[in-house]
């Protein structure tokens, strides 16, 4: 029997919790869905991803509206996918920020991927009709971009770690606390989405100059908030996992069917329980065999393209 297609099945609610990690830090999980969080300012708030619309956007600002009603000044987005960004309306922010080539990535590709991951994730685009247009970011930058927090809280810095699960990916950097927000970056007990990466970059430098850090938290892109020292080590770890027996599998195999398989069967007894493993491996292991037969930037996700692999791979 052939599988739904990505995540079109995966239609029941998800559990969300909201933790606070740290005083005025919030991180919002749902059980493999994409996490959200905020930073408290001194007379402001620093939101951390926006979600797939502004419906979605508005239930998470609701809950954190219950801890405090600052203004919002900055949302700050980690990379560009669809169900991490069309929900920026909701917040209301002074200002967007991205990295130079997420804003790059939406001007070149934008609606594809709309369209995109609305048809693998259905359940994430609550209301749909709500959402105005693609959210642009009105402040770019190509390195570090610091926020003054103000008071005693010290600076929120925005930083570029490299290529990894998307072109302009950047993690959000608490100094005082050791606290970071890695974006897909890095995920917790939860499978990797690389359709879109740069796996031989992100499974070496760039998780190298992400554990340079020395976090003791971090909230990453989805699946549980790592505590101390040892659980972030061992997110790092799992990330940097994934990638490798990845690039082993399809750099081994002869056809992208047998990519897949041999992917399939090497991930599947430690990964294969957890969120999205299924949804996602076709188009991972898709752009792995791109990158690693020359074509250096991803190629265009459409919802046909979707469909074409989904249907060769994992059908």
């Known amino acids: 029997m052939a599988k739904p297609f990505a995540s079109s099945a995966d239609l029941a609610e998800k559990s969300q919790s ?6 005025g830090v919030y991180a919002l999980t ?36 219950e801890h405090t009603d600052k203004p919002i000044r900055y949302l700050v987005l980690s990379h560009y996918h669809a169900v991490r960004v069309l929900g920026a309306s909701a917040f209301g922010a002074d200002v967007i920020v991205a990295h130079e080539k997420t804003r790059e990535l939406i001007a070149e590709r934008g609606r594809q991927d709309w369209a995109s991951e609305y048809a693998r994730m259905p359940r994430l685009f ?17 390195d570090r971009f610091t926020i003054d927090l103000g008071g005693d809280r010290g600076d929120l810095v925005l930083a570029y770690c490299g290529r990894g699960h998307t ?13 970071m927000f890695a974006g897909d970056l890095v995920e917790s007990q939860a499978a990797l989405y690389t359709g879109d990466a740069f796996h031989r970059e992100w499974s070496s430098a760039t998780l190298d100059r992400v554990a340079s850090f020395g ?4 909230v990453g892109g989805r699946g549980a908030v790592a505590y101390g020292k040892a659980e972030v080590a061992a997110a790092i770890a799992q990330t940097r996992d994934f990638l ?21 069967r090497a991930l599947e ?10 949804h996602c491996l076709p188009f991972n292991v898709s752009r792995l065999w791109d990158e690693l037969h020359g074509v250096e930037r991803p190629r265009v996700w459409t919802a046909e393209r979707d469909r074409a692999v989904w249907d060769q791979l994992q059908s």
């Open 18 to 23: 909201l933790e606070v990690p740290a005083d």
């Open 30 to 65: 749902a059980e493999g869905d994409p996490n959200v969080g905020a930073i408290e300012g001194e007379d402001f708030l620093v939101c951390f991803e926006a979600l797939a619309t502004p419906v979605a956007a508005r239930e998470w600002l609701i809950r954190l509206r």
């Open 126 to 142: 609550k209301e749909p009709a709500s959402i105005p247009g693609l959210t642009w970011p009105t402040a770019t930058f190509s």
């Open 167 to 179: 072109e302009g990916d950047l993690v959000a950097w608490l100094p005082r606390r050791r606290i």
């Open 215 to 218: 976090a003791e938290t971090l």
């Open 244 to 264: 490798a027996v990845m690039l082993r599998e399809v750099g081994a195999a002869s056809t992208l069917k047998e990519a897949f398989d041999r992917t399939h």
């Open 269 to 278: 007894p430690r990964y294969g329980g957890w969120p999205i493993f299924e």
